[in-house]
Nanobody
């Protein structure tokens, strides 16, 4: 797979929106792509993932607010985050996986303020 590079994180007020983007150095065509996050003092958790066939899965806490999408031609996966809450704060990581092998990006910080 190669390298995954995330971008788009930042500071936003509660109720606002951010769009995260992850670009892969290789083709993502046959890979499951996902976004995970890790809040301070907590374990890394799945936020959303999108399968190679376009099927999606979301954490209950973000359903209806976040949307994951992929562009196989551009080797990118995006996460549109709306109605952000304080609990959405954390480092967001991009992951690609296939046949039990996973690659991770370096993460991008999202901070939601009141």
């Amino acid at each position: 797979q190669g390298q995954l590079v995330e971008s788009g994180g930042g500071l936003v007020q509660a109720g606002g929106s951010l769009r995260l983007s992850c670009v892969a150095s290789g083709s993502i065509f046959s890979y499951t792509m996902g976004w995970y996050r890790q809040a301070p003092g907590k374990s890394r958790e799945l936020v959303a993932e999108i399968l190679s066939d376009g099927g999606t899965k979301y954490a209950d806490s973000v359903k209806g607010r976040f949307t994951i999408s992929r562009d196989n031609a551009e080797n990118t996966v995006d996460l549109q985050m709306n109605s952000l809450k304080l609990d959405d704060t954390g480092v967001y990581y991009c992951k690609s996986s296939t046949w039990g092998i996973a690659w991770w990006g370096q993460g991008t910080q999202v901070t939601v303020s009141s």
